[in-house]
């Protein structure tokens, strides 16, 4: 594998996701910190009206606005939109400055810890996933696969190399040190990796990664007009990466009546309650855990 | 005094805050459960477009429009504050059909577990609050007095009788379950008490409450051109309604600095590191506790 030049650290693709936004901001500022020998690291504010605004998003949700046939629509002009296409130029347009790496930060109201999310299987990102698991065990690597780079509308889609990191749980539009640190620590722990796979002393890990797969998605209960009408049952909230076995409670509606879990086999849920995805009709997301040999 | 004719309950005066404004959904679907015998209970979604729109506010915050000044200014005309008179048209302003008893329901991202915010110190607001921390523990009574009614902007100020409930820690935009029903017993225990009391039978409470007063609002650390530059430090996340001591740690700076409290006696500091007030330049209220004699 070729050498890394240029390592993207993103943050604020969300606009109330201020964990990564505020990084960006410390790293602008002590540049420093994130400063490696063997490549060049630079970062992105990527949505920052929204960010201005204290939201998840000014028109439309920019992390998915990254499909490569819509970076090619001239007739899409949403500020998200445009913004996707100057991100595209300024990270992924021109061979001299393209990264090479992209990582992007985002925070979950959910119990998430620190998630990578794959989006592909590149050797170097599953041992770098499997390396950061191994050093700290609040990391988990959840793995959404696209059929098809084509159908990825995420940043990441840019770049092959590279995950975002999601983390939680927090609320939108607020710091919590803890969560703030945990996460600074982990992009060290991603930079120092790749200044070392540069130099060819990639440290070994052990063999095997816990993998998350994604399954599904699952939604509230909601009654015939569309209006949601159940929460996550109490014994589900933030029980993420927890088997979830059949006849489980799931639910409750708002009259108190228990919805199980009626699947055939154990999934291991995600995203429980991720207050963005109320919009989106997801009320968690359905992995199946899996151990890989690496 | 006079009975208690009408009672209001009103949820969704922000609309990112989704336990008061489905509670009021529930309510309307199920209008048995707020039914008493000596009194008309009714319910109202004070926000329905920032609800819609999953945000605390479409122009302008609603619970803070109510100032009397305000109400009777026709060239105020954004959306919150003819919101904010049509509201007053009808919880105040015709006297037959005026609400006598006035509950807003609030949640907030600090540890506020359930707050009765009074904004005054009517005899019978004392001794409500005085019965439901009785009742539960998790109830705190916060008191953030006025000097004259011509200076609240809440929601509350309509109706000497009645408080804000303020239930924490959530984010904005979802629900949590058990929350969720806590707020709703909360809501029940309310109804029942003012049932009793027009009934003449109000059940005896301690003769003591303990309070935190309002003392003064501190904003976090900025830089020169205002941008945050420092969190909660997080030995204080929630650490609502504990004692702060002079010397106590209060913030970390972005570049890990800590920054202690000098203030020159305890006090205990709440609404610590709530979403809604970093525009607000408000990262915690420090209050007072005491113990009343009511």
Aim: hydrophobic share 40%.
């Amino acid at each position: 594998m070729n050498q890394i030049n240029r390592v993207a650290i993103v943050g604020g693709t969300h606009g109330n996701e201020f964990t990564g936004a505020y990084l960006i901001q410390k790293f602008a500022q002590f540049p420093d910190l994130i400063t490696r020998q063997s490549f060049e690291t630079v970062t992105l504010l990527a949505n920052p009206n929204a960010f201005a605004a204290g939201r998840r998003y000014v028109e439309k949700d920019l992390n998915r606005c990254f499909l490569k046939q819509d970076l090619q629509d001239p007739t899409l002009r949403s500020y998200e939109e445009l913004q996707a296409k100057s991100i595209q130029n300024t990270l992924a347009s021109n061979r001299d400055k393209q990264a090479d790496f992209i990582l992007d930060l985002h925070s979950s109201t959910a119990n998430m810890g620190l998630t990578i999310i794959l989006v592909n299987s590149h050797p170097l990102n599953l041992r770098l996933a499997a390396y950061l698991s191994q050093i700290n065990p609040l990391v988990k690597v959840y793995r959404c696969s696209f059929k098809s780079i084509e159908e990825n509308p995420f940043v990441n889609s840019l770049c092959e190399l590279g995950f975002a990191i999601e983390v939680g749980p927090i609320a939108q539009g607020l710091l919590k040190a803890k969560l703030f640190q945990q996460t600074e620590e982990l992009v060290y722990a991603v930079l120092d990796y790749l200044e070392r796979f540069n130099q060819g002393g990639i440290p070994s890990t052990k063999e095997t990664l816990i993998l998350y797969d994604h399954l599904s998605v699952v939604d509230y209960p909601k009654k015939p007009d569309g209006t949601i009408f159940g929460m996550i049952h109490p014994e589900l909230q933030d029980k993420d990466y927890q088997a979830l076995n059949p006849g489980d409670p799931i639910f409750i509606t708002l009259d108190n009546k228990i919805i199980f879990y009626e699947g055939a086999s154990t999934v291991w849920p995600i995203f429980i309650n991720e207050a963005a995805y109320y919009e989106k009709g997801i009320a968690m997301c359905f992995t199946q855990r899996q151990q890989i040999n690496i």
